[in-house]
Structure formats: structure tokens, C-alpha cells
Nanobody
Framework: QVQLVESGGGLVQPGGSLRLSCAAS????????MGWFRQAPGKEREFVAA???????YYADSVKGRFTISRDNAQNTMFLQMNSLKPEDTAIYYC?????????????????WGQGTQVTVSS
């Protein structure tokens, strides 16, 4: 069993930056592929980025070059550095984990989810 807790959301102006964190419980954190998803008001939840245990990453086209996903296996924590934020990045951001090391973009293939953290990009 893995429990995930996101933090770091907030209100930021367009062009600004935020760093989200996802703290995970469980001794096998390093064996899990992890991902970030987001859900904007009135829209379906969508994939943002994923990372496997060795640090390989994959991004949605909409965030490529602006967001960076990383993890610290010793601290059981995953991060999402978000730069050059746009109003369309406004959403609730969720972290997720799956019980294999294979990165995927389909949310149904993730086993564990956090409660989400709100990110609002507005002037």
C-alpha cells in the first residue's frame, strides 16, 4: 500500500513558477513509476508527466520544455517544477503511482493517487 500527499500548489501570476511535491509512504517507493496528472474545471483529468525509478521521464506536449519531473528515492518524494506558467495550466494537480517501473500516460493504469493540490495561474 502506498499513500501519496501533494503540496506546493497556490496562486501564481502568468510567467511565474511553482514547485509541487508528492510525499509517498511505503518502503518500495523506488520501485514505482510515478506520474503527475491535472484536472481543470469542466475538463477530464489529463496526463502531465511521468518518471520511472531510474529517472527516465516523459511529458505531455503541452508542458514539454516548461515542466520538469524528478524524484528523490531516498526521501520518498517526487517533484514537479513548473516554469513559465500559463492561465491554461490552472487545475488541480494529482500525483499517482503504479506498482511497476513502466511509465504510462493512462490514468486507469495507476494504482495509487493523492488528494490533489490546486494550482491557479492568474494576474
Amino acid at each position: 500500500q502506498v499513500q501519496l500527499v501533494e503540496s506546493g500548489g497556490g496562486l501564481v501570476q502568468p510567467g511565474g513558477s511553482l514547485r509541487l511535491s508528492c510525499a509517498a509512504s511505503g518502503r518500495t517507493f523506488s520501485r514505482y513509476a510515478m506520474g503527475w496528472f491535472r484536472q481543470a474545471p469542466g475538463k477530464e483529468r489529463e496526463f502531465v508527466a511521468a518518471i520511472n525509478w531510474s529517472g527516465n521521464t516523459y511529458y505531455a506536449d503541452s508542458v514539454k520544455g516548461r515542466f520538469t519531473i524528478s524524484r528523490d528515492n531516498a526521501q520518498n518524494t517526487m517533484f514537479l517544477q513548473m516554469n513559465s506558467l500559463k492561465p491554461e495550466d490552472t487545475a488541480i494537480y494529482y500525483c499517482a503511482a503504479r506498482g511497476t517501473n513502466i511509465m504510462v500516460v493512462v490514468e486507469a493504469l495507476y494504482d495509487y493517487w493523492g488528494q490533489g493540490t490546486q494550482v491557479t495561474v492568474s494576474s
